[in-house]
């Protein structure tokens, strides 16, 4: 079946700028989307991106897509403590409403 | 405000019994989906939901049944065939438009214990 991957964990500086990374193997997806999960708490849209775009930017967030290698970034800048959370990647294709998840990176933020 | 939510937020359950974890969203979703999360596991799917009276099951259904009655509400219980069911239980509802059912909303959460 179709694949998400994603590093498990990422640790940062506060102040420094945070890179996500995520691979899918499904060719045909058509949405990607970033979610964000704070300790104990649901999954919450960051942002997403159309598989026709390649970068979308939205205040601390840039989202780059390289659909040739099917790669997927997310990057926070100036990361904060509040953004120590668990950070998941997700696709759907098309008319699909299963969208595939990544396990997730837990990124860590120390001062 | 429009939103997801579940209930309750922790359970504890003695093993051998059945529970039922609430969800009800007012977003007029068409879509819901039940998630179990385990640490280091990221989401797996338990169940999913097009439409009333419909669902199909997902990647880990044994042990658990749902009911999709009204728009608004799709129950997940857990039996007492669920081997182990310690884990942190998600539900999401998505919204079907122009022939694509965009992001998935999701709730809070009920933390499941069985003692």
């Known amino acids: 079946g179709e694949d998400v991957e994603q590093s498990l964990f990422l640790s940062v500086r506060e102040g420094d700028s945070s890179v996500i990374n995520c691979t899918y193997t499904d060719s045909s997806s058509t949405y990607l989307y970033w979610y964000k999960q704070e300790p104990g708490a649901g999954l919450q849209l960051l942002t997403y991106?159309?598989?026709?775009?390649d970068m979308k930017q939205d205040q601390r967030l840039t989202v780059l897509l390289n659909k040739k290698d099917k790669h997927l970034s997310l990057r926070i800048a100036d990361t904060q403590t509040g953004d120590s959370a668990i950070y998941f990647c997700?696709?759907?294709?098309?008319?699909?409403?299963?969208?595939?998840f990544g396990r997730g990176t837990s990124l860590i933020v120390h001062p | 405000d429009g939103g997801i939510t579940q209930s309750p937020k922790y359970l504890f359950r003695k093993e051998g019994q059945n529970v039922t974890l609430s969800c009800e969203q007012n977003?007029?979703?068409?879509?819901m989906y039940w998630y179990r999360q385990d640490p280091g596991q990221g989401l797996r799917l338990i169940y999913y939901s097009q439409i009333v009276n419909d669902f199909q099951k997902g990647d880990i259904a044994e042990g658990y049944s749902v009911s999709r009655e009204k728009k608004e509400s799709f129950p997940l219980t857990v039996t007492s065939a669920q081997k182990n069911p310690t884990a942190f239980y998600l539900c999401a509802s998505a919204f079907y438009e122009r022939g694509v059912y965009n992001e998935q909303f999701f709730g809070p959460g009920t933390r499941l214990t069985v003692l």
């Open positions: 991106i159309f598989s026709n775009m």
């Open positions: 977003l007029n979703h068409d879509a």
């Open positions: 997700a696709e759907t294709s098309g008319g699909s409403y299963i969208p595939t």
